[in-house]
């Protein structure tokens, strides 16, 4: 990370795209830190990979700024900028070998012959592919186009990766293995990724940083924990992991506690005082499945501070997790989605015919309808 | 492949069609090369003597040479004009690109007769070319250059074989996903090498079909030859027409036939080598 009085790596500071009259981002402002993992989440056509191809210099933006170590490169051309990309579909040159593949970045640049044999050889060692030098890309399985593709990235020692949804064709195993490869590899090379895709799992798997997006915006930057537990708006908090989103209007608040009154009756919330929250304010009132104790009916065991009577309306084995359902007495309708760890108690929850649902209000989160 | 035609229905229709429409007569031509001519009877006992004949022959072997030179000469002019067209359509979107394909094209749909009577009457000594570079002052009297010779056939079969360049080559530049070139780009590649690292090597599939059709399509014309070539434009074509009309042997007009039907499968084949892009599929 760099110090404040550095300038970032690369900074957009008000940057817009339209195409004709469709506007496809509005005034986005964020910055890519030196040698961090970042990742740029929202669901498709949210405007994620037009930031990337801004970055990269493939589009040239409608409005706005875009800096490199505090240097304007709008009109920079994309085979000047110090960036190299991970498309989606790999874009592998299909006549040449993989050695070819990697080494045309040096090549085209014109280095001496041994240098680039030197560090295509270093680069395909890092991705294991040593062994497929060789090899045309029509000869490679998915994961190893990728992994040349991240190669012939890398070997330029570019100061920034752009990856393009590159997991996005990859099957689920391959993919959680190409997860940890790439955080590995970024980490052993220590160079700054920008990474875009739509699935919030592995957005939080990769990043230190996560940028969400909707409707070409960006709606909040952070660490994936605080996108977690403090989502900044009701799109957050919905697309981001699976959320209880109960929805009511402030009454009153005091402090980073705001009462909610709902269909289960007024109910605590934490929340960001800084939002400056007044009465009548409609707000969701979030809390994770995985921080609800069910608890038997009527028997007298310690509740936490917000207590829910209501019937177990589904349960699911689900692997590790049991996933139940609670329909509170008050408004049936409102589904709580409860997780448990697939032990004893949770077959015996799973087992009842009614039940409590019990929170603390510190797992609680209040952000606006 | 589609799986419609592995269907034994289909199959016996598209080899039958081959079979009786190119097999067959190819056989049967090759079973006339090996007759011979008494007086006005074809005489079916086998021999090889219109091959020794051909061969022995100083002039016709002269013409035959001539005549394959000509062609390749067509082949390379048209697929060297054809190449940056075909780039310049390739790198065009919506109406122009449609308009400038249309324009292309629309001259394959005329008469063959009318176009090469349009070029007589351009490369006449009379003609529009002639007077175009007298008005321009280049010359002071009509130049013969263009004129009944070898070099009208070069020019005119050279003008309406492009197409037959241009298509080819457009097909194989359209193939190149255009991701590729981003890619080229993203990792600091210039246009120029980003052409000669990249699009060239894509499309030689398309070259190669380019020098084939054209070479093939020039060679087995002898319309042309006879129309623009006058007396002095004479070509192999020419020779084996004139073997089946005026001199009615067609014992040796096959022959020839033969000879020239080798020289296309050896274009053929060598097309299909240097077609060859490594690594094999696109994708």
Redesign the interface.
């Known amino acids: 990370m760099s110090a404040g009085d550095r300038a970032p790596l690369v900074e957009l500071s008000a940057v817009g795209k339209t195409y004709g009259t469709a506007r496809v981002l509005h005034d986005v402002n964020l910055t890519v830190e030196d040698g961090e993992f970042l990742v740029i989440l929202g669901p498709s056509g949210s405007g994620k990979t037009t930031i990337l191809r801004l970055i990269?210099?493939?589009i040239a933006a409608s409005a706005g700024e875009i800096r490199l170590d505090g240097a304007v490169i709008n009109d920079l051309p994309?085979?000047?900028r110090p960036?190299?990309?991970v498309?989606q579909?790999y874009?592998?040159?299909?006549?040449?070998?993989v050695r070819a593949n990697v080494g045309?970045?040096l090549a085209?640049?014109g280095l001496p012959r041994p240098e680039i044999a030197a560090r295509t050889a270093k680069v395909l060692d890092l991705v294991s592919l040593g062994d497929f030098a060789s090899r045309?890309?029509?000869q490679l399985s998915g994961g190893q186009r990728q992994r040349v593709a991240l190669a012939?990235a890398i070997v330029?020692t570019p100061r920034l990766v752009l990856l393009d949804e590159p997991l996005a064709a990859l099957d689920v195993d391959l993919r959680h293995q190409m997860q940890v490869f790439l955080k590995d590899v970024q980490r052993q090379i220590r160079t700054t990724f920008l990474f875009i895709t739509h699935d919030q799992e592995e957005a939080i798997t990769l990043a230190d940083r996560i940028g969400v997006m909707d409707q070409g915006r960006i709606v909040q930057v952070g660490a994936p924990r605080d996108l977690y537990d403090r989502p900044g708006s009701a799109h957050v908090a919905r697309f981001f992991g699976e959320n209880n989103l109960i929805a009511g209007h402030v009454t009153g608040v005091s402090g980073s506690i705001a009462k909610v009154e709902t269909a289960l009756g007024v109910l605590a919330g934490h929340c960001d005082p800084a939002q400056g929250y007044v009465g009548g304010d409609a707000v969701l009132l979030t809390i994770r499945p995985e921080k609800i104790r069910l608890l038997p009916a009527g028997a007298p065991s310690p509740a936490l501070e917000t207590t829910i009577p209501g019937q177990i309306a589904r349960s699911g084995f689900a692997g590790p997790l049991t996933q139940l359902h609670l329909c509170p007495d008050a408004a049936p309708d409102l589904m709580i989605s409860v997780k448990r760890l697939s032990d004893a108690s949770a077959a015996a929850s799973a087992a009842q015919v009614s039940a409590r649902a019990s929170w603390s209000t510190a797992d609680t989160w209040v952000v606006r309808a | 492949m589609s799986p419609g035609l592995t269907r034994p229905g289909a199959a016996l229709a598209v080899y039958g069609l081959l079979g009786a429409l190119i097999v067959v007569p190819f056989l049967s031509f090759l079973a006339m090369s090996l007759y011979s001519v008494s007086g006005v009877v074809i005489d079916r006992s086998l021999t090889l003597a219109n091959f020794a004949r051909a061969a022995s022959d100083p002039v016709l072997m002269g013409v035959f040479w001539r005549t394959i030179l000509l062609c390749a000469g067509i082949a390379l002019v048209t697929t060297l004009v054809g190449y940056p067209v075909a780039l310049f359509i390739a790198g065009m979107r919506g109406r122009a690109r449609y308009g400038l394909l249309t324009l292309m094209v629309a001259p394959l749909v005329l008469s063959y007769v009318m176009k090469i009577y349009a070029f007589r009457s351009i490369l006449g000594g009379n003609g529009l070319l002639n007077r175009l570079l007298m008005g321009a002052g280049i010359i002071d009297a009509p130049s013969n250059f263009f004129v009944f010779n070898l070099n009208a056939v070069f020019l005119v079969l050279a003008v309406l074989l492009a197409p037959f360049a241009i298509l080819p080559i457009l097909l194989s530049l359209e193939k190149i996903p255009a991701a590729l070139a981003e890619a080229a780009a993203d990792l600091a590649a210039s246009r120029w090498q980003i052409f000669r690292s990249i699009t060239l090597p894509l499309s030689r599939p398309g070259i190669a079909t380019a020098l084939s059709f054209t070479f093939i399509m020039a060679i087995g014309d002898f319309i042309t030859p006879q129309m623009v070539g006058g007396p002095n434009g004479f070509t192999f074509g020419r020779v084996i027409y004139s073997q089946f009309g005026l001199a009615f042997n067609w014992p040796f007009g096959a022959a020839l036939g033969v000879l020239l039907s080798g020289v296309i499968i050896l274009v053929l084949a060598l097309a299909l080598a240097l077609g060859r892009v490594p690594g094999g599929a696109t994708r």
Do not use: K
Request: net charge positive; proline share 7%; with cysteine.
């Open positions: 990269g210099g493939f994309i085979n000047r960036f190299n990309t498309f579909d874009a592998l040159f299909p006549h040449m070998t045309y970045g085209v640049r045309y890309p029509a012939r330029c």
